[in-house]
């Protein structure tokens, strides 16, 4: 059973930075693609990012594009999301998701794309 934890997230200041990681456990970590989403207060989920399998492609959402940083590494079976220049919009519960299909560029920024996530975790950006 495919299970994804969220490390803790936390408090960040404005314009700081904050490193999230996601742990892979009980499949083939190395044949999902994992994306982060995200859910602002009295919103729904939006996309932020997702890397490929091999780690050698990346896609960011606009609002986060330039600021942020999706990573992976296979041996220890972890994506990692680094913020950077955070604003406070990017305050949200933070999720990452698995998926294991095909790229589709048409459906891979949509939350039904992907068959496992996380349950989550909470930043919240102060000035």
């Known amino acids: 059973q495919v299970q994804l934890i969220e490390s803790e997230g936390g408090v960040v200041g404005l314009e700081d930075s904050l490193m999230l990681s996601c742990k892979f456990s009980?499949?083939?970590?190395?044949?999902?693609?994992i994306a982060w989403f995200r859910r602002p207060l009295g919103r729904g989920r939006e996309f932020v990012a997702r890397?490929?399998?091999?780690?050698?492609?990346?896609y960011y959402g606009d609002s986060v594009k330039g600021r942020f940083t999706i990573s992976r590494d296979n041996d220890k079976e972890t994506v990692y999301l680094q913020m950077t220049n955070t604003e406070f919009d990017d305050q949200a519960v933070y999720f990452c998701a698995a998926d294991r299909g095909l790229f589709d560029p048409t459906t891979y920024s949509l939350p039904e794309t992907y068959e496992y996530w996380g349950q989550g975790t909470s930043v919240i950006v102060y000035q």
């Open positions: 009980g499949g083939s970590f190395s044949t999902y693609d």
């Open positions: 890397i490929n399998s091999w780690g050698t492609t990346t």
